[in-house]
T-cell receptor, first 118, second 115 residues
Framework: NAGVMQNPRHLVRRRGQEARLRCSPM?????VYWYRQLPEEGLKFMVY????????ESGMPKERFSAEFPKEGPSILRIQQVVRGDSAAYFC????????????????FGPGTRLTVL | DQQVKQNSPSLSVQEGRISILNCDYT??????FLWYKKYPAEGPTFLIS???IKDKNEDGRFTVFLNKSAKHLSLHIVPSQPGDSAVYFC??????????????WGLGTSLAVNP
């Protein structure tokens, strides 16, 4: 029963390049969340997606950042034209589908992708 | 506007003693609360949760207490062990948000358990 998978674990990009971060949720989970943790700071929510839908992107920077969770395949967080300030750890989490009256807001996290922009 | 607050950035306790981590929230609509533990260079790990219909939930050495009138919850770790040294995050969600099950996070408390 694999947990949340993220790849790559480490990513180095030069300023102006694109960064693509991948997240495969736990089996049976159809909700994905992306977070960013800057050095010496807490977790910052970025975006919440369900299959083929963006539910909440209130934490996403207005420019250069985008996210998708297609019907097939992993969720992708894309950062275009990276800048040094994008250097951070990016975490993905997933949660299961809620059935009936139950609420399961527990999120399970992947190991993160550490992005370094040179 | 920090809706979930962990006012102590750090805490240090002796091995074997009790660790008490505190969390306050401002949104009275929050009805589900969670604690996560995070080691350096790893993703957060779910520890324990509590629904607002309860005031206590226990799992082994970990107990979470919820005081809704004070909008306060705490995580007790008894007895504390050196392996418990990590950053602990408090998070909350609200069912009124319907389909949006985003968690609202505190900034974390760094716990150091000294041998």
């Amino acid at each position: 029963n694999a947990g949340v998978m993220q790849n790559p674990r480490h990513l180095v990009r030069r300023r102006g390049q694109e960064a693509r971060l991948r997240c495969s949720p736990m089996k049976g989970h159809s909700h994905v969340y992306w977070y960013r943790q800057l050095p010496e700071e807490g977790l910052k929510f970025m975006v919440y997606l369900q299959k083929e839908n963006i539910i909440d992107e209130s934490g996403m920077p207005k420019e250069r950042f985008s996210a998708e969770f297609p019907k097939e395949g992993p969720s992708i967080l894309r950062i275009q034209q990276v800048v040094r300030g994008d250097s951070a750890a990016y975490f993905c989490a997933s949660s299961p589908v809620v059935r009936g009256q139950g609420r399961t807001d527990t999120q399970y996290f992947g190991p993160g992708t550490r992005l370094t922009v040179l | 506007d920090q809706q979930v607050k962990q006012n102590s950035p750090s805490l240090s306790v002796q091995e074997g003693r009790i660790s008490i981590l505190n969390c306050d929230y401002t949104n009275s609509m929050f009805d589900y609360f969670l604690w996560y533990k995070k080691y350096p260079a790893e993703g957060p790990t779910f520890l324990i949760s509590i629904s607002s219909i309860k005031d206590k939930n226990e799992d082994g050495r970990f107990t979470v207490f919820l005081n809704k009138s004070a909008k306060h919850l705490s995580l007790h770790i008894v007895p504390s062990q050196p392996g418990d040294s990590a950053v602990y995050f408090c998070a909350a969600s609200a069912s009124y948000a319907g389909n949006n099950r985003k968690l609202i996070w505190g900034l974390g408390t760094s716990l150091a358990v000294n041998p």
